[in-house]
């Protein structure tokens, strides 16, 4: 089992930025890539970026990417999520997600959540 905590979120005004982490505990961090998706009201959650367990590879969305910025410290056990220039329809819940293998942009491909960090962006 890997226990996921996000923590970061906020209120902040259009433009500017904000960043996520996501902490894990339970196994060895090194071994799973990992990922964010967020959900907006009344929205699907949905895939923002994904990073390999070592950190060489990573994979944005088309909305965030060049905005977005995905890293990890594998020795401190912690997943980044940098974002800048923020819209307000980068408003949601962003959840840090888990996975045994490759990089993984669906729901499915993860095994392990956490409980989410509210992001709000006023216009």
């Known amino acids: 089992q890997v226990q996921l905590v996000e923590s970061g979120g906020g209120l902040v005004q259009a433009g500017g930025s904000l960043r996520l982490s996501c902490v894990a505990s339970?196994?060895?961090?090194?071994?799973?890539?990992m990922a964010w998706f967020r959900q907006a009201p009344g929205k699907e959650r949905e895939f923002v970026a994904t990073?390999?367990?070592?950190?060489?590879?990573?994979y944005y969305a088309e909305s965030v990417k060049g905005r977005f910025t995905i890293s990890r410290d594998n020795a401190m056990n912690t997943l980044y999520l940098q974002m800048n220039s923020l819209k307000p329809e980068d408003t949601a819940v962003y959840y840090c997600?888990?996975?045994?293998?490759?990089?993984?942009?669906?729901?499915?491909?993860?095994?392990?959540w956490g409980q989410g960090t509210q992001v709000t962006v006023s216009s």
């Open positions: 990073i390999s367990w070592r950190g060489g590879s990573t």
């Open positions: 339970g196994r060895t961090f090194s071994n799973y890539a």
């Open positions: 997600a888990a996975r045994v293998g490759l990089l993984g942009t669906s729901i499915r491909d993860y095994d392990y």
